[in-house]
C-alpha cells in the first residue's frame, strides 16, 4: 500500500479523528447523564473537564506517571461535583446558575494554576496499536485506540448494566424520576443526587486528563474546544442511556474531524464551517428534540419539575 | 413470601389503639385528645371536614409526626415509630392519595423497589418469578411488565394496596381511596378490602368523607372535628344525618335541591370535531363534539386520563388543537384574550392553585388576572391602579367569605377551598356568557362544596352556558342538565339526570362499552 490512499483517506481520516477526539466526550457524558438520571443538571461539567486537564498534566509531570495524573483528575473532579451538589442543596439555590459559575471558577482557576504548565512537557497516557498489521502510516495512526477510551467503552455498557441490574442504579433512577416517590419509600434524595454529581465529576475530570494527556497532548489555554457543555446536549440527543452516549460520542468525533479530514485531501474551502460542524450538530439537535408541544421520551421526570 | 392467607405468624392481625394523641405545630393545636381503636379484621372509617386532624392523626401513627402526648398501642405493646419505615417494620401501610409510584417505572420495579431490604445485584428474572407467584395469590391481576403512566387510576389504587400487601402490611391505612375512581371501581375496591379485613387477613383503617362508603363498608367510624373527637360507634348504630351533624357541629346544610333550570336559550358554545395530543403527543382527544346552551348545565363525566383534561385545556387555550372547530357565539373561538373579553368566556380548570394563578402573586393580584388590562384596574391603558385592585379584592373577599391571612398575602398560603374561592369571585365577576368548570370542588369539604355548587347554578340561571367537567358522577348529576360520558378521548355515552343508569354510566367512564 503506499502513502497516498486518495478519497479512501476522508472516511479513514474521520475514523481516525472519531477514534482519537470522542474520549472526552464520552466520559463527560457518561458524567452528566448519571448526574442527570439522578434528577439533577450539571452545567459546571467543561470547568471540571478543564481542571480535570490541568491537574492531570502537573500531576503526570510532577509524579512522572500518566495514570497518576489521570487519578487526580478525577479526585479533581470529584471535588468540584461535591461542591456543586452541596451549594445545589442549599434552599433557593438555583441549579442552572451554580453550575454556570462553577464553570468559569474550574476554567479560571485552571488556567491560573497552570501557567507553569504550558512549557514543560509530561508523560502521556498509552494507546493499543490496532493498526500495526499495516504498512500505511495514515492507517496506522487512525486506528490508535488510546487506552483510556477502551476503559471508557466498557464503563458506559457497565454503567447501563447498573442503572438497571443493581440497588444503587435503581434508587439513582428513582430520584430522578419520583423525588416525592423516593422520599416517601424513606430515601434522602440530596444524598443520592450528590453522589451522583461527584460521581460525574469524577468522570468528566478524568475525561479532562484525556485531553492534556494524549490529545492534543499538551496543556495551554485553548485545550477545551466546549466540550463539557456539548457534553448536555448529547446526553439529550442519547436520550439518558450510557451505550447511547458512546454512539453519541463517535458522531461527535467524527464531525470534529470532519474538517481536518477534508483538508488532509486537499479540500481547503469552507474550512471555519466545517470545524464548527460539532457545534452545529448540537445546535441541530437542540432545535430538533425541544418542542412546545411535548416531553423527550426517556427524560428524567425531575428534570422537568421545578427543582 | 410466606402464604398471605394469614400473614406470617398465622394470626391475626395485631389490634391498634391510639390513646389520647396530641399534636401541635407552633401555636396551631391540629389533634387535641384524640383516641382510636382499631379491631383486628375491622373496618374502621374516619371522617371529618378538611383540616379536622385526620391526615395528622394517621401521620402521627405511621411515624411521620411524633405526637406531643398520647400512646399507640399494638396488641397492648407501646410502639413509638420513627418514621414511616419503622412503621412499615411494625406492620402499618399506608396509601395515600397522591400515588407514590414511580410513572416511568415498570409495576415489577416499583414493587421490587419498595422493599426495604434489597440485594446489591438485583436478578431480575428470580424476582419477577417471585412477584407473579404472589400476584397469583391474590384476588385481582396486575401486568407486571407496564409502566405505571399507562395505567388507569383504579389500576394504580390497586397496584399501591398490592404494594401495601406485598409488604406484609397487617393494617392498611388508606387516605380518601376512592377520590379518583369510578363508583364502579370504588365499589370493587372497597368490596375487596371489606373481604380481606373480615378474613382477618388484614385491619383496615379508612379516611373518607363519603357517608354511603362508611354505610356501605365500614364497622366503626369516628368523626373528628377542628382536631377532637366529635362522636364514634358502630356504623349499624349511625345515619348519614347523625354523622353530618358530628362532622359539622350541627345540622348539616342540605344539599341545594335541584331548581328547574329556565328556559335553555341559543347556542353559545360548540365543539365540533375536538382533535389535540397530549403532553407525549399521544391522541387524547380524539374528535368531540357537543354544545352546550345559554340557561343549561352539560356536565361531562370521565376518569382522570380519558381526554377530559386535554379537552379544558383546548377550551382554555393552554393546549394546541390538531383539528376540529369551537365556536362562540357562533364565532371561530382560540380563547384569545379579546375574545375572552367579547364573548364573556369564564374558566375554573382544576387545580386551580396550579392552572389560573400566581403561586407568588398576592391575592388581590390573583383576582385581578380578568381584567387588569382594563379600568378600572388600568388608568390609561398601562398604568396600574393598586388600590382600585384591592378595593375590588375586599369586596369579593366580603361578598365570597374568603378567609386569608390578608388580601395582599401571597394565594399559595391558602387553603384548597379558600385559593377555588377566590378563583370563582374573579370569574363569575360581571357577566357570564360561557363557564367552563373542571372538577371545581375537588378535595374540598361538604360547606364549601354546596357553596360551589350553589353558584355554579346561579350562573346558569341568570343565563350562562355552563359545562361541567368533573370525574364526580354525583357531582354531575347533582348539577348537570345533560350528561356526556367520555372515555378514551371520545364522547360515549349521553343522557340526562333523570334517566341515568349510574352502573351504565360507570361502564362506560371505565371503558367497558355496554
Not at chain 2, 96 to 107: C, D, E, I, R, S
Not at chain 2, 277 to 288: I, Y
Amino acid at each position: 500500500m503506499d502513502e497516498s490512499l486518495g478519497m479512501l483517506g476522508v472516511p479513514l481520516a474521520v475514523l481516525g479523528g472519531a477514534l482519537r477526539v470522542s474520549p472526552p466526550y464520552l466520559f463527560v457524558s457518561l458524567g452528566e447523564c448519571l448526574t442527570e438520571k439522578s434528577g439533577r443538571v450539571n452545567l459546571g461539567l467543561e470547568g471540571t473537564l478543564v481542571m480535570g486537564a490541568m491537574s492531570a498534566y502537573g500531576v503526570s509531570y510532577l509524579s512522572g506517571s500518566a495514570w497518576l495524573g489521570v487519578l487526580a483528575a478525577g479526585g479533581v473532579g470529584v471535588l468540584l461535583g461535591a461542591l456543586h451538589a452541596w451549594l445545589c442543596a442549599r434552599q433557593r439555590v438555583n441549579d442552572i446558575a451554580i453550575g454556570i459559575a462553577l464553570m468559569l471558577l474550574g476554567v479560571g482557576t485552571a488556567f491560573f494554576l497552570g501557567k507553569p504548565l504550558i512549557k514543560p512537557t509530561a508523560p502521556r497516557l498509552p494507546a493499543f496499536e490496532l493498526g500495526a498489521w499495516s504498512d500505511s502510516p495514515p492507517l496506522r495512526a487512525a486506528l490508535e485506540v488510546n487506552v483510556l477510551f477502551a476503559i471508557g467503552i466498557a464503563l458506559a455498557f457497565a454503567l447501563r448494566f447498573a442503572l438497571n441490574r443493581t440497588r444503587v442504579g435503581l434508587l439513582l433512577r428513582v430520584a430522578g424520576e419520583s423525588a416525592d416517590s423516593a422520599r416517601a419509600m424513606g430515601y434522602d434524595v440530596l444524598r443520592i443526587r450528590a453522589y451522583a454529581t461527584a460521581l460525574g465529576g469524577f468522570f468528566a475530570g478524568i475525561g479532562g486528563s484525556f485531553l492534556s494527556l494524549y490529545y492534543p497532548g499538551s496543556w495551554n489555554e485553548g485545550l477545551s474546544s466546549g466540550q463539557g457543555l456539548m457534553a448536555v446536549a448529547l446526553v439529550i440527543f442519547a436520550r439518558w442511556d450510557p451505550v447511547r452516549c458512546l454512539w453519541a460520542s463517535l458522531l461527535f468525533g467524527a464531525a470534529g474531524a470532519l474538517g481536518p479530514a477534508l483538508q488532509s485531501v486537499g479540500v481547503t474551502g469552507g474550512y471555519h464551517l466545517l470545524n464548527a460542524a460539532p457545534y452545529i450538530l448540537t445546535l441541530a439537535i437542540m432545535i430538533a428534540t425541544s418542542s412546545a408541544r411535548r416531553t423527550l421520551p426517556g427524560q428524567p421526570a425531575e428534570l422537568v419539575s421545578a427543582r | 413470601m410466606s402464604d398471605l392467607a394469614n400473614g406470617p405468624s398465622g394470626t391475626r392481625p395485631p389490634a391498634l389503639r391510639a390513646i389520647g394523641l396530641r399534636k401541635t405545630f407552633g401555636a396551631f393545636t391540629a389533634l387535641d385528645d384524640v383516641s382510636l381503636e382499631l379491631r383486628p379484621g375491622s373496618v374502621h372509617a374516619l371522617l371529618g371536614e378538611n383540616g379536622a386532624g385526620k391526615s395528622t392523626l394517621v401521620k402521627c401513627i405511621m411515624g411521620y409526626h411524633r405526637p406531643d402526648q398520647g400512646r399507640i398501642l399494638l396488641d397492648d405493646r407501646e410502639v413509638t415509630p420513627r418514621n414511616p419505615r419503622e412503621a412499615q417494620a411494625l406492620g402499618l401501610g399506608m396509601v395515600y392519595q397522591h400515588f407514590t409510584l414511580v410513572p416511568n417505572m415498570t409495576v415489577a420495579e416499583n414493587l421490587v423497589l419498595s422493599r426495604a431490604q434489597l440485594p446489591f445485584l438485583i436478578d431480575w428474572a428470580a424476582e419477577r418469578a417471585a412477584l407473579a407467584r404472589f400476584v397469583a395469590t391474590m384476588p385481582f391481576a396486575v401486568e407486571l411488565d407496564a409502566t405505571v403512566r399507562s395505567l388507569a387510576a383504579g389500576e394504580k389504587q390497586r397496584l399501591e394496596i398490592l404494594k401495601q400487601l406485598y409488604l406484609q402490611s397487617r393494617i392498611v391505612i388508606l387516605d380518601e381511596p376512592t377520590s379518583v375512581l369510578t363508583s364502579g371501581e370504588a365499589e370493587e375496591l372497597l368490596s375487596l378490602l371489606r373481604g380481606m379485613s373480615s378474613a382477618g387477613q388484614i385491619s383496615v383503617l379508612m379516611i373518607t368523607h363519603k357517608f354511603r362508603e362508611v354505610l356501605g363498608f365500614a364497622d366503626e367510624v369516628t368523626v373528628l372535628r377542628r382536631g377532637r373527637m366529635a362522636g364514634s360507634g358502630q356504623v349499624k348504630a349511625l345515619t348519614p344525618s347523625r354523622m353530618a351533624e358530628m362532622m359539622m357541629g350541627s345540622a348539616a346544610p342540605l344539599e341545594s335541591t335541584r331548581a328547574p333550570a329556565a328556559a335553555v336559550g341559543d347556542c353559545r358554545l360548540r365543539v365540533a370535531a375536538l382533535t389535540a395530543d397530549d403532553d407525549v403527543g399521544v391522541p387524547a382527544l380524539r374528535g368531540v363534539s357537543f354544545d352546550v346552551r345559554a340557561g343549561e348545565i352539560v356536565g361531562i363525566a370521565a376518569v382522570a386520563g380519558n381526554g377530559q383534561e386535554e379537552l379544558v385545556e383546548v377550551l382554555a387555550g393552554q393546549r394546541l388543537r390538531s383539528q376540529g372547530d369551537v365556536h362562540v357565539h357562533g364565532e371561530p373561538y382560540f380563547a384569545r384574550r379579546e375574545q375572552l373579553h367579547r364573548h364573556r368566556v369564564r374558566c375554573l380548570p382544576e387545580e386551580p392553585l396550579r392552572n389560573a394563578c400566581v403561586p407568588n402573586m398576592s391575592v388581590a393580584e390573583n383576582m385581578a388576572f380578568r381584567s387588569f388590562d382594563r379600568p378600572p384596574f388600568a388608568r390609561a391603558g398601562f398604568a396600574l391602579s393598586h388600590g382600585a385592585i384591592r378595593a375590588s379584592a375586599d369586596g369579593l373577599q366580603r361578598e365570597y367569605g374568603i378567609r386569608a391571612p390578608s388580601m395582599g398575602s401571597p394565594i399559595g398560603q391558602l387553603s384548597g377551598g379558600n385559593v377555588q374561592r377566590a378563583v370563582l369571585a374573579r370569574e363569575l365577576r360581571g357577566e357570564v356568557d360561557v363557564l367552563i368548570a373542571a372538577n371545581p370542588c375537588m378535595g374540598l369539604d361538604f360547606a364549601a362544596v354546596a357553596e360551589i355548587h350553589a353558584r355554579i347554578r346561579k350562573a346558569r340561571d341568570q343565563g350562562a352556558a355552563v359545562l361541567l367537567v368533573s370525574a364526580d358522577l354525583d357531582e354531575v348529576l347533582a348539577l348537570a342538565d345533560r350528561v356526556l360520558v367520555m372515555s378514551e378521548g371520545q364522547v360515549v355515552h349521553e343522557t340526562t339526570p333523570e334517566t341515568a343508569d349510574v352502573t351504565l354510566m360507570g361502564k362506560y367512564m371505565a371503558g367497558h362499552a355496554a
